[in-house]
Antibody, heavy 122, light 108 residues
């Protein structure tokens, strides 16, 4: 059974860089037709898709977030990662990693990690 | 930016039918998906490709589509169905995944 697990700091100071890692188990991150996504959910609000990476390393992002986010993949560790620079309080949210099923218009998310709450505060 | 619109809340009694709508101008040309989220948990896919149910999702969950509105129907609602429900699709150019604002289903 596929499992995804986010890891990273729960507290980040304003203007610093947030780094999160998602470890995939029970399946290969190189499997087709799957992509790997980061999604965040501010407290009391709906989910917001951030961006997606393919096992080849190609990425695409929500246009309004593209400038501050980086997503990378490490197939040898079966992991993918998210970096967010210059965080502010508006970036406080639960961050989820998810498996994205490709080939549809649009793709969808069939397996999610449990999520990790990231708070931006000094 | 493109938006999917859902009612903030829907209330039903146990055993009744709950219908949750999601509207968006691009929906006639896109698949829609539905997720259930209970407090403290990650979203769970309950409907994909407008009307398909993933393995393990009860038959009382169904989806339909008509023009710019898609609907999640839960027949014979049970107390355990109380949750937030989110629709998901994409913008016209398929460049951005979009989630609806969510609907809180209350089982009275």
């Amino acid at each position: 059974q596929l499992q995804l697990q986010e890891s990273g700091p729960g507290l980040v100071k304003p203007s610093e860089t947030l780094s999160l890692t998602c470890t995939v188990s029970g399946g290969s991150i190189s499997s087709r037709p799957y992509y790997w996504a980061w999604i965040r959910q501010p407290p009391g609000k709906g989910p917001e898709w951030i961006g997606t990476v393919y096992f080849t390393g190609s990425t695409y992002f929500k246009s309004s977030l593209r400038s501050r986010f980086t997503i990378s993949v490490d197939t040898s560790k079966n992991q993918f990662a998210l970096k967010l620079s210059s965080v502010t309080a508006a970036d406080t949210a639960t961050y989820y990693c998810a498996r994205q099923v490709g080939g549809y218009v649009p793709d969808y998310f069939d397996s999610w990690g449990q999520g990790t709450l990231v708070t931006v505060s000094s | 930016s493109y938006e999917l619109t859902q009612p903030p809340s829907v209330s039903v009694s146990p055993g009744q039918t709950a219908r949750i709508t999601c509207s968006g101008d691009a929906l006639p040309k896109k698949y829609s998906y539905w997720y259930q989220q209970k407090p403290g948990q990650a979203p769970l896919l309950v409907i994909y490709k407008d009307k398909e149910r993933p393995s393990g999702i009860p038959e009382r969950f169904s989806g339909s589509s008509s023009g710019t509105i898609v609907t999640l129907t839960i027949s014979g609602v049970q107390a355990e169905d109380e949750a937030d429900y989110y629709c998901q699709s994409a913008d016209f150019n398929n460049t951005s995944v979009v989630f609806g604002g969510g609907t809180k289903l209350s089982v009275l």
